[in-house]
């Protein structure tokens, strides 16, 4: 393939925070007598990663929008807490927001793994009306449990890594496969796999010391993680598109008066809008990056697609059944 260069909106992006930062500090002098409050919000992911540019952009635009009432310090890679704490941070008020992989907590509630069943949804425009589908249902399920979720974003489609040629989900039985939630454990049940959970901050690290030896994930993971120098193949089996979700707790959120909560819903609006073109837009190039640096990136053969839809048939058939009535009502709404 061709070299390409970095895509021109997150060039754009980058000189947009540097614009917001300015006009917030041109906006802080007449401000000076006002209360201002300050939000620490965690992810997991790295800051040159997609999802972490937008939350940053995200966090220029409330600070413009409320005129410096609110500040946003946004903490990447892990560096505050890690993945698997961060929900639980914000529901105990240890921090006042964050930004999680929804999939992640499936085994709390399946709606929480509902973009994370293989092949349900695995375009865009599909999963964009499975997202749809089911807010009313995720909010009220942030709500009871004390948060109110701001925005989504999708991963690009999930596809496998291999450290050896996979021509069918029989080449996956007995590699380490890495597993980041109850999805990609299940997964490597069913293909007999060995599964071992590993986040992506440690992946890096798991990959150059053989602990993983596969894994499905976006071909964004893939890049950031530099899996280039430690597996050769990549298969684009555009499985699903998995969300990531920044939300705040209910005390920070009633700590604001009504102005600064519809400044900060309209940023989230525009972070959520923003966040989808982003993330397609990023798609092709990093698959462009990993062939760049010495990745096979190839479609499925006919047998592996057909192993994985099988796969996934399964699992739709076993989050039906765990999320009941509300999970059909869901497919239904979506699949109309």
Same mark, same amino acid.
């Given at each position: 393939?061709?070299?390409?260069?970095?895509?021109?909106?997150?060039?754009?992006?980058?000189?947009?925070?540097?614009?917001?930062?300015?006009?917030?500090?041109?906006?802080?002098?007449?401000?000076?007598?006002?209360?201002?409050?300050?939000?620490?919000?965690?992810?997991?992911?790295?800051?040159?990663?997609?999802?972490?540019?937008?939350?940053?952009?995200?966090?220029?635009?409330?600070?413009?929008?409320?005129?410096?009432?609110?500040?946003?310090?946004?903490?990447?890679?892990?560096?505050?807490?890690?993945?698997?704490?961060?929900?639980?941070?914000?529901?105990?008020?240890?921090?006042?927001?964050?930004?999680?992989?929804?999939?992640?907590?499936?085994?709390?509630?399946?709606?929480?793994?509902?973009?994370?069943?293989?092949?349900?949804?695995?375009?865009?425009?599909?999963?964009?009306?499975?997202?749809?589908?089911?807010?009313?249902?995720?909010?009220?399920?942030?709500?009871?449990?004390?948060?109110?979720?701001?925005?989504?974003?999708?991963?690009?489609?999930?596809?496998?890594? %291999? %450290?050896?040629?996979?021509?069918?989900?029989?080449?996956?039985?007995?590699?380490?496969?890495?597993?980041?939630?109850?999805?990609?454990?299940?997964?490597?049940?069913?293909?007999?796999?060995?599964?071992?959970?590993?986040?992506?901050?440690?992946?890096?690290?798991?990959?150059?010391?053989?602990?993983?030896?596969?894994?499905?994930?976006?071909?964004?993971?893939?890049?950031?993680?530099?899996?280039?120098?430690?597996?050769?193949?990549?298969?684009?089996?555009?499985?699903?598109?998995?969300?990531?979700?920044?939300?705040?707790?209910?005390?920070?959120?009633?700590?604001?008066?009504?102005?600064?909560?519809?400044?900060?819903?309209?940023?989230?609006?525009?972070?959520?809008?923003?966040?989808?073109?982003?993330?397609?837009?990023?798609?092709?190039?990093?698959?462009?990056?990993?062939?760049?640096?010495?990745?096979?990136?190839?479609?499925?053969?006919?047998?592996?697609?057909?192993?994985?839809?099988?796969?996934?048939?399964?699992?739709?058939?076993?989050?039906?059944?765990?999320?009941?009535?509300?999970?059909?009502?869901?497919?239904?709404?979506?699949?109309?």
């Amino acid at each position: 393939m061709m070299p390409v260069s970095p895509l021109p909106a997150l060039a754009r992006y980058t000189r947009r925070l540097a614009s917001l930062a300015l006009a917030a500090t041109l906006l802080a002098a007449p401000l000076a007598g006002h209360a201002q409050t300050r939000w620490d919000l965690p992810t997991a992911y790295p800051l040159s990663n997609f999802h972490t540019v937008n939350i940053e952009l995200f966090a220029k635009d409330v600070d413009h929008a409320t005129g410096g009432r609110l500040k946003i310090t946004v903490h990447p890679n892990a560096s505050l807490l890690k993945l698997p704490e961060i929900k639980r941070g914000v529901q105990t008020a240890q921090v006042p927001a964050g930004e999680i992989l929804l999939s992640a907590h499936a085994n709390e509630d399946p709606l929480y793994g509902l973009d994370a069943v293989p092949f349900l949804a695995s375009s865009y425009k599909d999963a964009a009306r499975l997202m749809r589908a089911s807010r009313k249902a995720l909010e009220e399920k942030f709500a009871r449990q004390g948060m109110r979720l701001l925005f989504q974003t999708p991963w690009p489609p999930q596809g496998i890594f %291999s %450290s050896k040629p996979i021509a069918s989900v029989a080449d996956l039985k007995g590699l380490k496969w890495r597993a980041y939630n109850p999805a990609t454990a299940r997964i490597a049940e069913l293909v007999g796999a060995q599964p071992v959970t590993i986040q992506a901050a440690e992946l890096s690290q798991a990959l150059a010391t053989g602990v993983v030896q596969s894994y499905i994930s976006s071909a964004a993971t893939g890049y950031d993680t530099k899996t280039y120098e430690s597996l050769r193949y990549f298969y684009d089996t555009k499985a699903w598109l998995p969300r990531n979700a920044v939300f705040v707790g209910q005390r920070a959120w009633a700590a604001l008066d009504r102005a600064t909560q519809e400044a900060v819903l309209r940023s989230a609006a525009e972070a959520e809008t923003r966040g989808w073109a982003l993330s397609e837009e990023k798609d092709r190039w990093y698959m462009e990056q990993l062939a760049l640096k010495g990745m096979k990136v190839e479609s499925p053969s006919a047998q592996l697609a057909a192993d994985m839809k099988k796969v996934g048939e399964v699992m739709t058939a076993e989050w039906l059944k765990t999320a009941g009535a509300e999970g059909e009502a869901i497919l239904a709404a979506y699949r109309r």
